[in-house]
Nanobody
Framework: QVLLVESGGGLVQAGSSLRLSCAAS????????MGWFRQAPGKEREFVAA????????FYADSVKSRFTIARDVAKNTAYLQMNSLKPEDTAVYYC?????????????????WGQGTQVTVSS
């Protein structure tokens, strides 16, 4: 069992930046992929970004590419999502997730473990 805890959400103005963190604990051995998803009210959960164990490969949704950066610190079992130039449409609950698979990383059902989510609200 992998326990994931997100932090760093908040209320910011458009154009601002936030950094989300996701700390993993429990059975964190093995080369697991970490991802970030988000869910706005009335919408389905959508993929934001993912990073492989080594950090050598990263994946982004088109809507956040060039504005968001995913990173991880393997020694700390922590993943980060640096969000710049935030827009009101980025408002959502952000979830981190982990999977030991390397296929279908943009699909929520691929991930085995999920955090509780952290709210990000961007005002215009």
């Amino acid at each position: 069992q992998v326990l994931l805890v997100e932090s760093g959400g908040g209320l910011v103005q458009a154009g601002s930046s936030l950094r989300l963190s996701c700390a993993a604990s429990g059975r964190t051995f093995g080369r697991y992929v970490m991802g970030w998803f988000r869910q706005a009210p009335g919408k389905e959960r959508e993929f934001v970004a993912a990073i492989t164990w080594s950090g050598g490969s990263t994946f982004y949704a088109d809507s956040v590419k060039s504005r968001f950066t995913i990173a991880r610190d393997v020694a700390k079992n922590t993943a980060y999502l640096q969000m710049n130039s935030l827009k009101p449409e980025d408002t959502a609950v952000y979830y981190c997730a982990a999977t030991y698979g390397y296929q279908g990383l943009v699909i929520a059902s691929t991930y085995d473990y999920w955090g509780q989510g952290t709210q990000v609200t961007v005002s215009s």
